[in-house]
């Protein structure tokens, strides 16, 4: 799900369990806050780096895929933000047909 105010990945721990994706716990808390600026309770982990495959679109990025380990409000067991999806030029993610047209190769 595209995520306009989120600024980092997220993962519900369901989804996290279900794929074995392991999780790490931070050794400094970091304060999480919903785009209202109310802290969201987490238990501050977060997954190891991961690669993002969607269609015919890969990236890898050492400095940005780790995914918060969180439950996201509604059904949804992933959050992409805005940011990364205007990063890599995706197209259709106000109608529901997310692509990725323009991406150049390097991701």
Same mark, same amino acid.
């Given at each position: 799900?595209?995520?306009?105010?989120?600024? %980092?990945?997220? &993962? =519900?721990?369901?989804?996290?369990?279900?794929?074995? &994706?392991?999780?790490?716990? $931070?050794?400094?808390?970091?304060?999480?806050?919903?785009?209202? /600026? $109310?802290? &969201?309770?987490?238990?501050?982990?977060? +997954?190891? #780096? #991961?690669? #993002?495959?969607?269609?015919?679109?890969? %990236? *890898?990025?050492?400095?940005? !895929?780790?995914?918060?380990?969180?439950?996201? =409000?509604?059904?949804?067991?992933?959050? &992409?933000?805005?940011?990364? #999806?205007?990063? !890599?030029?995706? $197209?259709? +993610?106000? +109608? %529901? !047909?997310? !692509? *990725?047209?323009?991406? %150049? /190769?390097?991701?």
């Amino acid at each position: 799900m595209l995520d306009l105010g989120s600024t %980092s990945f997220a &993962i =519900s721990p369901e989804a996290a369990l279900a794929f074995a &994706i392991p999780a790490v716990k $931070r050794t400094k808390p970091v304060q999480t806050k919903d785009v209202s /600026g $109310r802290e &969201i309770v987490t238990e501050g982990l977060f +997954t190891v #780096l #991961l690669g #993002l495959s969607y269609g015919n679109h890969r %990236s *890898f990025d050492e400095e940005d !895929h780790a995914f918060k380990v969180l439950k996201p =409000s509604g059904d949804c067991d992933a959050l &992409i933000p805005a940011w990364y #999806l205007e990063k !890599h030029k995706a $197209r259709g +993610t106000t +109608t %529901s !047909h997310l !692509h *990725f047209l323009h991406c %150049s /190769g390097q991701c």
